[in-house]
């Protein structure tokens, strides 16, 4: 069975700060995706990552996948207030199973 | 595009009652999906359609569940008998046709239906 685990679950950091959310699969996959979640409202696609070594940016925001040690990566930049909200994995392998989700506050 | 539409947005029923979620995808994604985010759980995937057929539904969790694609354009999920435990934010997802392999394509999600069944 795929599982797919994130850390940290809950992320606190100052603005201006960098750091770097985990997301490690239990089964053969190419396939992960990244979304972004505010508080009471639906899912935000951020980024599909399709083959190893994938690396993608957006903003101060950046993903990357490794296949082989079956990790992704979500690497956060001179963080800023608007980055608050909860950051979950997806990982594609016939079944799509999601990560419990990372919840990112940032302070000014 | 007015993405993803679901309705009700929120319903509060009574256990035993039917209750049934409803969902028009994206125009010209022929892939909808259909999850239930919960506190304990998480997000789970239910079931999906590719081209109005489902493909999996492995994720349902009891025959109380079922769902339906009856053209491209909508899709229901419906609950019968409902029961508290059921209680949870269902988000229905479209995306452009599953790829080579099934490769899923991003997906759009829709606000969610939030569901309270005293």
């Known amino acids: 069975e795929l599982k797919v685990e994130q850390n940290p679950l809950f992320l606190s950091m100052q603005e201006g700060k960098n750091y770097t959310i985990y997301c490690n699969y239990s089964t053969t996959s190419d396939r992960l995706y990244w979304y972004r979640q505010d508080p009471g409202k639906s899912l935000e696609s951020l980024f599909v990552?399709?083959?190893?070594?994938a690396v993608k940016q957006e903003g101060r925001l950046m993903a990357s996948l490794d296949t082989k040690a079956r990790l992704s990566t979500l690497h956060i930049t001179a963080a800023v207030h608007d980055l608050s909200a909860t950051y979950f994995c997806a990982v594609d392998s016939q079944d799509m199973r999601f990560g419990a989700g990372t919840r990112l506050t940032v302070k000014p | 595009d007015a993405g993803v539409i679901q309705s009700p947005r929120h319903e509060v029923t009574e256990m035993g009652q039917e209750v049934t979620l409803r969902c028009k995808p994206i125009s010209g994604h022929n892939s909808l999906f259909w999850y239930r985010q919960t506190m304990m759980r998480g997000l789970e995937l239910l079931i999906y359609?590719?081209?109005?057929?489902?493909?999996?539904d492995s994720g349902m969790p009891e025959d109380r569940f079922s769902a339906k694609m009856p053209n491209a354009s909508f899709s229901t999920l419906k609950i019968q008998p409902s029961e508290p435990r059921d209680s949870a934010v269902y988000f229905c997802a479209s995306s452009l046709p599953l790829g080579l392999a099934g490769v899923k394509e991003t997906q759009y999600f829709g606000p969610g239906t939030r569901l309270l069944v005293l």
């Open positions: 359609f590719n081209n109005n057929v489902p493909i999996d």
């Open positions: 990552l399709l083959s190893n070594g």
